[in-house]
């Protein structure tokens, strides 16, 4: 008398460990440089095209220096926002961030944990680079607000005073502007840290004691 007789094996994986093979790295600059092309291409055409314009008319000296103070608006808002971003994610961020990570997974008896602190860091590290890019991008669209109070006649435009607050038409016109786009930064910047204190707040908030999640053996019948 024949039958079928089912025993338990437990499952075991073997981990292939194949070479790695490191993509090219001519291939991918080539990559990046023709991205770059793509999206600034234009822009670097038109800003030739006016060069070209205004030195034909005999104002380059114009160009160059409108073309610099654009540059240093963008350079310098977007320093000092990924400082400021960055600086308060690294101040709020634990000293043990790594020991509030999720359960453990228990992998062939063994307990294995999920890297937090790795990709909060690079979050935050990614993060606080794109909104500075975008800030930047942001005040490089006011820059003329900056060039009329650095090379504006200033609160000496008019000897005219306002009769109530007694401050010169010039600040108005030059001076308040730029308070204004400070004052916006500054508030746009308070209430990205706030949001990311609460986010760190929450994570400190979770249980740290979670139930492991096991992975089980499967069972194979065997016939014969």
């Known amino acids: 008398m024949t039958g079928v007789q089912t025993c338990a ?10 070479p790695r093979q490191s993509p090219p790295r001519g291939g991918i600059v080539l990559l990046i440089a023709i991205v770059v092309l793509m999206l600034g291409g234009g822009t670097l055409v038109s800003y030739y095209v006016e060069a070209l ?10 160009f160059w ?7 240093g608006v963008f350079v310098a808002s977007t320093v000092a ?16 961030l790594g020991e509030l990570a999720g359960g453990a997974i228990i992998v062939n008896g063994q307990p294995v944990r999920l890297p937090l602190e790795p990709v909060v860091g690079l ?3 990614g993060g606080s680079a794109v ?20 090379y504006g006649p200033g609160q000496a435009a008019t000897p005219d005073v306002d009769p109530i607050f007694g401050r010169p038409l010039g600040f ?5 502007p730029v308070l204004n786009i400070a004052a916006a930064w500054a508030l746009t910047v308070a209430v990205v840290i706030c949001a990311a204190a609460a986010a760190i707040a929450l994570l400190l908030a979770q249980p740290q ?11 194979i019948p065997l016939s014969r």
Do not use: C, E
């Open 209 to 219: 004691d979670r139930k492991s999640t096991r992975l089980n053996s499967s069972h």
């Open 9 to 18: 094996l437990p499952i075991s994986t073997v981990a292939w460990q194949t």
């Open 53 to 62: 314009w205004f030195d034909a008319l005999g104002f380059s000296q114009v």
């Open 81 to 96: 926002t990924f400082a400021v971003l960055y600086g308060a994610f690294r101040a709020m961020k634990p000293a043990h």
């Open 172 to 176: 108005y016109l030059f001076t308040l």
């Open 131 to 150: 909104l500075a890019i975008v800030t930047g991008l942001g005040m490089l669209a006011q820059w003329d607000v900056l060039a009329f109070y650095l």
């Open 123 to 125: 979050a935050g590290l």
């Open 65 to 71: 220096t409108t073309l610099s103070l654009r540059a």
